[in-house]
């Protein structure tokens, strides 16, 4: 005997620290970390910054990223913001020009600036 269908699908997320939609305009830069001598794609890009925690962030770019491959970031949140470095981050998934990183790296000074930038986001100021 099979069973019903389940209404609706529970998607379960197992972030250690959530993800904060950002402002518009919110933008980013990258470097590859390691460059291969045969590699062929692009080292070096940007786009849009979407959404960011302090593990990670998805960002939308034309630039093709790969899975598993390491990249520098430099994250400019807000025109009002210095921009925060991260040292190394590792791209978790890719669905189209979207793309998931974890943040593998990150100096104490850019983690205190990015914890900052992330209340800021949480809670503006008025």
């Known amino acids: 005997m099979s069973q019903p269908p389940s209404p609706a699908r529970r998607l379960i997320d197992l972030r250690k620290h ?14 590859r970390l390691v460059v291969p001598v045969q590699f062929e794609g692009t080292a070096e890009g940007e786009g849009t910054l979407v959404d960011l925690s302090l593990g990670g962030c ?5 630039t093709p990223l790969e899975i598993g ?4 970031l430099i994250l400019q949140v ?4 210095s921009p925060v ?6 791209v978790r ?16 000074v850019d983690e205190s600036h990015l914890r900052d930038l992330l209340l800021d986001i949480r809670h ?3």
């Open 124 to 126: 503006p100021s008025p």
């Open 18 to 31: 959530p993800r904060l939609y950002t402002p518009s305009g919110a933008l980013f830069s990258f470097k």
């Open 85 to 90: 470095i991260i040292e190394a981050a590792a």
């Open 78 to 81: 807000s025109k009002e913001s």
């Open 69 to 72: 491959e390491l990249y520098n």
């Open 93 to 108: 998934w890719t669905q189209a020009n979207t793309y998931g990183l974890k943040f593998l790296s990150v100096q104490s």
């Open 58 to 62: 998805r960002l939308l770019s034309d």
